[in-house]
C-alpha cells in the first residue's frame, strides 16, 4: 500500500513562500491522483489543490490559493510538490496530501477512501 509523507511546513511572515512536498513511497507519483488538503483550526477540510492524469491531466485549485498555489510532480524525487507564494494569514493550517488511484478524476475524489499523509503545519503571521 502507498504510503505519503508530507514536509516543508513551516513560519513565515505575510506575502512570503514555502514549498510543501509529498513523497510517495513504494509506488510511482503517476500511479496516484494526488491532492494537497488543509484544515484550519476551527473550520472544515478544504480541498486546496488536486491533480490527475485521467484524460491527459489537469490540476485543480481552490479559488482562495489560486494564482498564488503551484501543485507538480517531480517523477524524480517521488514527490508532489506545493509551491505557495505571497501566503496569507489565512492561509495558517494543518497541510495534508492524499492520494487516490491514478483512474479517479479529481471530480471523483474520496477523502474517506484516500490514503492519507501526515500534516504539516504552516503559519503565517506578521
Known amino acids: 500500500q502507498v504510503q505519503l509523507q508530507a514536509s516543508g511546513g513551516g513560519s513565515v511572515q505575510p506575502g512570503g513562500s514555502l514549498r510543501l512536498s509529498c513523497a510517495v513511497l513504494k509506488f510511482n507519483v503517476d500511479d496516484y491522483t494526488i491532492a494537497w488538503f488543509r484544515q484550519a483550526p476551527g473550520k472544515g477540510r478544504e480541498r486546496v489543490s488536486c491533480d490527475t492524469l485521467v484524460g491527459g491531466g489537469s490540476t485543480y485549485y481552490a479559488d482562495s490559493v489560486k494564482g498564488r498555489f503551484t501543485l507538480s510532480r517531480d517523477n524524480a524525487r517521488h514527490t508532489v510538490d506545493l509551491q505557495m507564494n505571497d501566503l496569507k494569514p489565512e492561509d495558517t493550517a494543518v497541510y495534508s496530501c492524499?492520494?487516490?488511484?491514478?483512474?479517479?478524476?479529481?471530480?471523483?475524489?474520496?477523502?474517506?477512501?484516500?490514503?492519507w499523509g501526515r500534516g504539516t503545519q504552516v503559519t503565517v503571521s506578521s
Open positions: 492524499a492520494a487516490v488511484p491514478r483512474y479517479y478524476h479529481c471530480s471523483e475524489f474520496s477523502a474517506d477512501r484516500a490514503t
